[in-house]
């Protein structure tokens, strides 16, 4: 299999050997990698088109290790392994002028190589062992992709770091059981049901392990941190997307090949997606950051993954998956967007951007596009995934189980977050593309071919993926994962994209006809008074009505204070027992002078009876 | 193809509901008048309103983008008659591949607000933005009520999302409106209709006293002829959805097209008389209305209709 050599092999070596290279040919070091991402890109889509077949590598070095190296390829980890390398490829474009600077993070392309190498691998391994150990890399270059020089950056990668890596241990752990009750490392071989106390444990850690890297609620939060100090090529690249990806892949392996879910299980996948929609976007909706605000909405996208994967139909699978990768292109291009309009701007605070659809018209269409096809807007891809994900909810409600009976419930929940999601959106196009230009701005130019061509070239699959969805798209891509099924709704993307086509027309004759040739420019009447440079509704103010609510504040204020991050529960945990613990080494000799004595009674007394 | 774009185009989409839309409106106008004791305009006034908006001067904001200014009114148009289409079409029984799915519906007859505030946040104007935050606001407010009650329907018609198949259960079994569940639900509707519609006692996007009209007050000539002219579509296409949803559809044969036609003309009349007996609310107000009050009724409907009544 000369394809895995390529695709794992390569990266991880080419990525080392990277780190020789002085940091002063940056630019050297960056071609390199997009050369090696255009290879991977290739091997990746040659790939694609391989037969299934469970593949075992030969280790040269270490012989006996061949035995463990078996990697699987199906539709499922094809497709994922599809979309890495295009990813790949896209955001070392990118990243070759957006990390152009000096001073800048360390050793950039060699983390971002190795990464690629080990998502290929995780995907494609079938040994939990061999998956172990990709995984865990990955945790590692996330930590290293984001510089923490300052106190800011280095807290947040400190947490992502505690975050991931105990969600890795857990996951190991799990992996552990699954050996003892199986007996076997591999995936292909594994079937177990979650009945009983130790298949259910093991679940759950697997489970544990999927969505912390996914970003799920409540294993969500080092998500809006990392993203907020990390660069945007590093947030696009691993929590927006690969992270997303391999998520959701082990999720799905879970649900699909290793575990048979009981209806108990799939009422708490349900309970974890919804509240996951819901709490992440309200979240998004009162923050003032673009980076941060795009944080939220990648944890609360995870929640409609979750939702699909957990109906266990094959709808709802394809649904899961298919949202997946609309979520993985939309949302890493919008991290772009915020890197370009950093880049350009300086700025990522929302309240002192503004007006910039004129100076960046490329970077603001392709947010825009990007903006709706993750609020759901019809004929974009984040609607075809969405349509199908509520579908697939209506379908389950069909069934008898726990979950299935509360399907309003999830329906409710999963409308009302892409209405919340849309909310959110319509704040940042205001508040930096739209809107009265700040004066600051006035110089600011679009960003050069590199930077803008991997947005564009998203933006267009986000619509393709959209309009060609329901007869292309899934078809191609999704049906052959989950078997065919049948939609419970009727949605003709293309003909209404021929009729959005034709209306454009319409409304250019329309305004041909009127009288639109002598028109004025002015600016803003606000009721006859001369309107102040100043003036402004502020985007940031949009949303201050939901904010000031009884019950909302009283969730909100807690949430800012961080009382509901798992991470600093368990820090404050661990930080009592410590105080606990140093309150018996205070320094002071009588202290130690009453343990010594109080140690020897203690001993007299053992050694007396 | 052909046949997609007549129907978008000509009948029942862009043409023959934005014609009834404005007779609609010249009925709730009258109505209003008659309520406040005087004439009332003539039977074409919107016709007159359309045409001299077309030939006034149209004015374009000079800060903020002039290009999506001006393309938001056509995707309005758009939303507004693509949803006309897949409302009308299963509603005036005529079979087609547009089915009517209640999902794709609920999403496309969002588009004409979210293309009213995407205009107002490009023309920079302060008021116009104060105007679209509200009307976010309002469509989040009525998003989950308004889907209540069509999960409540969908639940009443076996599980399924066509509106075609909706509207032939009803034929079979009698309209929804019969029912305990339903009489809840049409009450739900009616007020989220309000609501979308921006009528009183939810004008709070416009809010002529306080913010000059708020979401509109850019729009000027031609592109306001074309807000409105998608304002007309929706005044028929949303009454016309409730009477689908509850009334059992509409029927053009013989006799029952005077039925049919009262139908919808009633539901009108019922939102001409709320939005002209009331004061406007504030959007705070508007928001907690919904959110307790209307989500309360809504969830009534649905277990109602999870108890078959």
Redesign the interface.
Known sequence: MINLHYLIGLPIIIGIVLFIIPEMLKLLKGIVTVIITIITLYFSITTFQLDNELARLVCFTFPSLTKFMDFQIDYLSKLIVLFIGAFGFLFSLYSLSYHNRKNDLTNFYSYFLITLGAAFGAVLADNLIIFVTFWGVLGLTLYKLIKGNDEESSSAAKKTLIIIGASDSLLIMGIGIVWMLTGTFNISEISLSTTGALPNIAFLFLLIGALTKAGAVPFHTWVPDYVKSAPASSSAFLPASLDKLLGIYLLARIIMNMFRLTEWATLVLMIIGGITIIAAVMMALIQHNYKKLLGYHAVSQVGYMVTGLALGTPLGIAAGLFHMVNNALYKSGLFLTAGSVEKQTGENEIDRLGGLSKAMPVTFIAALVFAFSISGIPPFNGFSSKWMIYQGIIDFGKGSGIANNLWVIWLVMAVFGSALTLASFIKLIAGVYLGRQNPKLKKVKEVNFLMWFPQLIIAIICVGFGIFAANLVVPFFFERITGKFDYIGIWKSQSVTILILVSIVIGYLIYLWGNMKKHRVSDSFIGGEKIQEETEFSALEFYKTIRTYKLLSFFYDKAEKKRFDLYNIFKAIVLWFNSLFSKAHNGFLPRYIFWYIAGMLILMIVLVF | ?GK??FY??IFPG?LFSGVVGGFLSWFDRKITAKVQFRQGPPLLQTLYDFVK??????????????F?F??A???A??GA??SAVLILLPLLNIET????????I???L??PS?TY??GA??????????G??RE??L??SY??PF??VL?SI?IKAN????LDEIISYQVQNGAFIGSLSGIIGFIVALLCIQAKLGLVPFDIAEGEGEI?DGIT??FS??TY??VNLAKYIMLFILPALVVGLFFGGLNFANINILWSILKVVLVVLLLTLIRNTNPRVR??QA??FFWIWMNLFAIVS?VLAIFGL
């Open positions: 193809m997609e774009i978008f185009l862009l908006l077309l030939n006034k001067e149209t004015i374009l904001p000079e800060k903020g983008s002039r999506t001006m393309v009114p056509i995707f148009v758009f008659a693509i591949g547009f089915a009517g799915d209640l999902i794709v609920v999403y496309l969002n588009i979210l505030i995407i946040v490009a023309s920079a104007n302060p008021l116009a933005s104060v679209a935050s976010m606001k469509i989040l998003e989950v889907l209540l999960t969908i599980m399924t999302i066509k000059c007050i850019e000539g031609s002829a074309m959007i705070d928001m907690k649905v």
